[in-house]
């Protein structure tokens, strides 16, 4: 009658550790999901506000190269992104890093995802400019009327603070 109880007893409990490990996992899949669309989602109305802070010094000449620096770094600070705009070419301008990346330059194949989709999205290294992996969403900038971009604006945010979380989460439900 003991073996009876202990081994329906170890059998609950490797099921209820076996149900504990599932669980975890699928809530670190559902919260990875989530923090990444929601990354991009943050980083596509930063590149649109990135791009028409560009539109409006480049186009409209509502404002200096002092104003466009002063509004370009608070929007940053603000969001908490790394922000770089290159030439129609791909030639990086500025960013919002403040690091010389003279003679960098964005793949001619992403300028042309770019180009073709409006609005791209990345996972991964920008070779030359970061050194960690990035969330990354880029858009031409194209002036009203016009089909031929302008420049490009690439808005940023570091992966690792999502594999952080996701950590967390996995040291909550691993044994």
């Given amino acids: ?32 999901t989530y923090l990444m669309e929601s990354t991009f989602s943050r980083l596509d109305k930063d590149s649109q506000v990135l791009s028409d802070l560009v539109l409006a010094y480049h186009v409209d000449d509502t404002m200096d190269g002092a104003q466009f620096l002063v509004n370009l770094d608070l929007t940053t600070r603000v969001s908490g992104i790394d922000a770089i705009i290159c ?59 016009s089909r031929v971009p302008l420049a490009y604006v690439v808005a940023s945010s570091p992966v690792g603070e999502t594999q952080d979380m996701l950590q967390r989460i996995n040291r909550v439900f691993s044994l």
């Fill in 87 to 145: 030439d129609a070419q791909g030639h990086i301008l500025i960013s919002s890093d403040h690091v010389n990346h003279q003679n960098v330059m964005i793949r001619q194949s992403y300028l042309d995802q770019i180009a073709k989709a409006d609005l791209t999205h990345y996972t991964g290294k920008m070779d030359g400019i970061y050194s960690d992996a990035r969330y990354v969403s880029a858009r031409p900038v194209i002036a009203a009327g």
């Fill in 1 to 32: 009658m003991k073996t009876v109880k202990t081994s329906t007893l170890v059998t609950a409990v490797t099921l209820f550790v076996l149900a504990l490990m599932i669980l975890g996992v699928a809530l670190q899949s559902l919260v990875g």
